[in-house]
């Protein structure tokens, strides 16, 4: 059976037959004198609306459109309802469509049209039930058409928007890939996303060039296959079980990979576990960043310093060991001439006291440089402040006696024991109280005390200061004594702060104090 149209479905709904078509031809014969005045009054309505009005262009359309209606009169009385009707009525509701016309007016225009042919076709002589049935029918029916244009231009609006809005939700789509991609591909860091099994799902342009494998070789590939290489800590495959395994959801690691090239490469990874972030399949993200090149200029660096100490320790050392050396060459030679020439025992003597004192200043040059340069850690061990003290200034005491300087020890009341190497902490004691002594004033004092977390340990003479308030006294060969090795106080600087203590000094004319705090346990943090 071939399919109804849509109009034989709405001429069956409104039960319109042939029957009701003779009908109606019959009444179009009758009524035709009639229709121009119809469409007259048909359109003078209209006039009277101003929003009705508003769809016109002007007079000349609307006697245009007099004719037109005219036309369509006859043709809905005409008797032929065929697909080609029903094409022309679904026309004339686009073109109301199309003009913006609202719906409302075409019911409210239909039924005027309705009570003008029910008034003719009542004045029938024969046949008027019917005819007004027939009319009823056809003009319900071209209402229908006419209003189906409405629904179509609807639907089609829907359409449209709908279709605007895959395309737009699609543009947009595509513009958040494209930011996305683009973040991902000129971050400048490296980064990898790795699947639920541990295989490489993303694999940035970074990564590329830091590991020289191409996207398409290491994607669905296992990470530990590819990237990952034990460096002794163990592979970063390894530690990452915990987050795959989901222990962890953060984790930052120093790590090897292996070049395609196999070349080894550092690498800081910092793995996040992905969550419920949409990364197509990616549960592990990873941003890691290459740190070889860093980390081997870092080490010349270090290198270059140390390099350059031991250059300036060692232009110290020679230019301490050449002046005791000229010395010592200036006397052998003065001997040669002297015996050469017989001279007095006496003289030859002085000279060889002179040669012999060169060389112990050498030979203790060389003890004290070696002490700076090879320091042994301290050996801690309960030790008392007062006992190291006493032993200091016993030691000093000879040197003090020689040089008119009056030594004072001044103790804690009650002793102090603390952690540290007593014969280091004697050796600082010593050193200072030498340089005390040694400093031109007449008294020399040194003192003891506990704080909370410290011992505080003061050398204070009467001296006349150190020549400038900046002088670099605690480094190496730096001396402002005559005949000093320049190794004293760095010593005692070195064994302070081996002691995790601190050292400092403050000098005027008349007043010079090195002020030492050392922790009283090992564990505990700086002078305080
Ligand atoms: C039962 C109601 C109506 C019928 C049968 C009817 C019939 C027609 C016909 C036959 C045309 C000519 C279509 C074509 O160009 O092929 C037309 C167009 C038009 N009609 Fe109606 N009409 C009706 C209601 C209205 C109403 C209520 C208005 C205004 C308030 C209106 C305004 C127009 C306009 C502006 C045009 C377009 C003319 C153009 O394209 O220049 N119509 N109508």
């Known amino acids: 059976m071939p399919t109804e149209t849509r109009f034989q479905e709405i001429k069956r709904y409104v039960r ?29 309505r209209i006039r009277e609306h101003e929003d009705a009005h508003s769809v016109f262009t002007g007079e000349e359309q609307i006697q245009r459109l007099q004719r037109s209606l ?13 697909e080609a009707y029903h094409a022309q009525t679904a026309i004339i509701g686009r073109v109301h469509v199309r003009i913006g016309l609202p719906q409302r007016y075409m019911l409210t225009a239909m039924a005027l049209i309705r009570v003008e042919l029910l008034r003719i076709a009542d004045r029938l002589p024969s046949d008027a039930p019917a005819t007004r049935e027939a009319l009823v029918r056809i003009l319900d029916l071209e209402l229908a058409v006419m209003l189906e244009a409405y629904k179509d231009s609807y639907v089609e609006r829907i359409e449209q928007a709908a279709r605007q809005e895959t395309r737009d939700l699609g543009d947009a789509l595509a513009q958040a890939e494209q930011r996305y991609v683009a973040a991902v591909e000129l971050a400048g860091v490296i980064i990898v996303g790795l699947d639920r099994e541990g295989h490489i799902a993303l694999f940035n342009h970074e990564a590329e060039q830091v590991t020289g494998y191409a996207r398409d070789e ?7 296959d590819v990237l990952s290489v034990d460096d002794g800590r163990g592979t970063a495959a390894e530690r990452l079980e915990q987050v795959l395994a989901g222990e962890r959801t953060r984790l930052v690691l120093e790590a090897c990979l292996r070049t395609r090239s196999g070349k080894l490469r550092d690498v800081i990874w910092t793995w996040n576990a992905a969550g419920t972030v949409g990364l197509g399949g990616v549960v592990l993200l990873a941003t890691g960043r290459d740190v070889t090149d860093e980390k081997a200029r870092d080490e010349r660096s270090r290198q270059n310093e140390r390099l350059a100490a031991i250059g300036t320790l060692a232009a110290g050392l020679a230019h301490e060991i050449r002046n005791p050396l000229n010395g010592a060459q200036l006397h052998v030679s003065f001997l040669e001439r002297a015996i050469k020439r017989n001279q007095t025992e006496q003289e030859m003597l002085e000279a060889t006291r002179v040669v012999s004192d060169e060389i112990k200043r050498l030979a203790n040059l060389v003890t004290e440089f070696l002490d700076f340069a090879r320091p042994r850690p301290p050996e801690l061990r309960p030790t008392s402040l007062v006992k190291a003290m006493e032993h200091a200034c016993a030691l000093v005491e000879p040197a003090a006696l020689s040089a008119h300087v009056e030594v004072t020890c001044d103790v804690p009341s009650s002793d102090v024991e603390f952690q540290a190497d007593s014969s280091k902490l004697t050796q600082v004691l010593l050193n200072l109280l030498k340089n005390a002594v040694e400093a031109g004033g007449s008294a020399v004092r040194l003192r003891g005390r506990r704080g909370p977390r410290h011992v505080f340990i003061d050398v204070e003479d009467d001296g006349p200061g150190l020549p400038t308030a900046d002088a670099p006294i605690f480094d190496a060969f730096y001396s402002t004594k005559e005949g000093g090795t320049g190794l004293g106080l760095a010593i005692t600087h070195r064994i302070v702060t081996d002691h995790r203590g601190t050292i400092d000094v403050s000098s005027r004319p008349g007043k010079t104090n090195f002020h030492i705090a050392l922790p009283l346990e090992q564990g505990a943090g700086a002078a305080g």
Do not use: Q
Request: charged content about 35%; some cysteine.
């Open 16 to 44: 319109l037959d042939e029957r009701d078509a003779d009908l109606l031809r019959a009444f179009g014969a009758v009524a035709e004198p009639e229709l121009p005045r119809i469409a007259r009054e048909f359109y003078d």
């Open 70 to 82: 005219v036309g369509w009169l006859k043709r809905v009385c005409g008797g032929v309802y065929d």
């Open 218 to 224: 290491v994607l669905g590939k296992a990470f530990s």
